[in-house]
């Protein structure tokens, strides 16, 4: 499967802990977004990569949030001190620099806070 | 940003063509409309996209109204498999030449048997 993977799929974590998520893009993507995802609503944007370079960062982005590209492949985003409004689904997509930059989606993390 | 205005929800029986509006009348003349659909519990999948003429692929059918304030998705010949919120999205573009998607809520399909 060359399509975009999320580790893990879900996480349930206590309120306090720090949590990390991994993306792996499709391999000659080179742009790589963030988005999460709660219950009912559609995605909001997190946070954007062109290569390994950070582009932009939504206010959503507390600093308690932090995206790693190292080297331009795969991208992790770490939550320190988790609250229970981090509970959500959060989604990683990648896009080719190219054409109509249509995003390609993973599966996404499922993070519960308890 | 331009934004759009999908209906709730829809019902469309299964073999039958299901037809889904989306309102962008406040689309710009460089900026594209997507389709993505997402299955529960799974993350979007793109389905298809346009700028002005339509667009046909082995998934869907869009039609883009000539002023680009509205268009229609069309599902042919719908299963139960096509059951869904789809989103209708209009890309954002920013002085970081950022591609980042505005999502709404979406309409949430249901294909009947």
């Known amino acids: 499967d060359t399509g975009v993977s999320q580790d893990p799929r879900h996480k349930i974590t206590k309120r306090g802990q720090n949590v990390t998520f991994r993306c792996d893009p499709i391999?000659?993507?080179?742009?790589l977004y963030w988005y999460r995802q709660t219950l009912g609503q559609g995605p909001e944007f997190l946070t954007y990569?062109?290569?390994?370079?950070?582009?932009?960062k939504s206010r959503l982005l507390s600093d308690r949030f932090s995206a790693e590209r190292p080297k331009g492949s795969f991208s992790t985003l770490e939550i320190q001190r988790t609250e229970q409004g981090d509970s959500a689904m959060y989604l990683c997509?990648?896009?080719?620099?190219?054409?109509?930059?249509?995003?390609?989606f993973g599966p996404g993390t499922r993070l519960t806070v308890t | 940003d331009a934004k759009t205005t999908q209906p709730p929800s829809m019902d469309c029986a299964e073999g039958r063509a299901a037809n889904l509006p989306c309102n962008h009348s406040?689309?710009?003349?460089?900026?594209?409309v997507y389709w993505y659909r997402q299955i529960h519990s799974q993350g979007p999948q793109y389905i298809i996209h346009?700028?002005?003429?339509?667009e046909t692929n082995e998934m869907a059918s869009l039609i883009i109204t000539e002023d680009r304030k509205s268009s229609t998705l069309i599902l042919p010949h719908a299963t139960l498999r096509d059951t869904a919120v789809y989103y209708c999205?209009?890309?954002?573009?920013?002085?970081?030449?950022?591609?980042?998607?505005?999502w709404g809520l979406g309409t949430s399909l249901a294909v009947n048997p």
């Open positions: 391999s000659e993507h080179n742009r």
């Open positions: 997509a990648s896009s080719f620099d190219g054409g109509a930059y249509e995003q390609y």
């Open positions: 346009g700028l002005k003429n339509n």
């Open positions: 990569f062109q290569n390994e370079a950070q582009l932009e």
């Open positions: 406040t689309i710009s003349g460089n900026e594209y």
């Open positions: 999205i209009v890309r954002v573009y920013n002085a970081g030449n950022n591609r980042k998607l505005i």
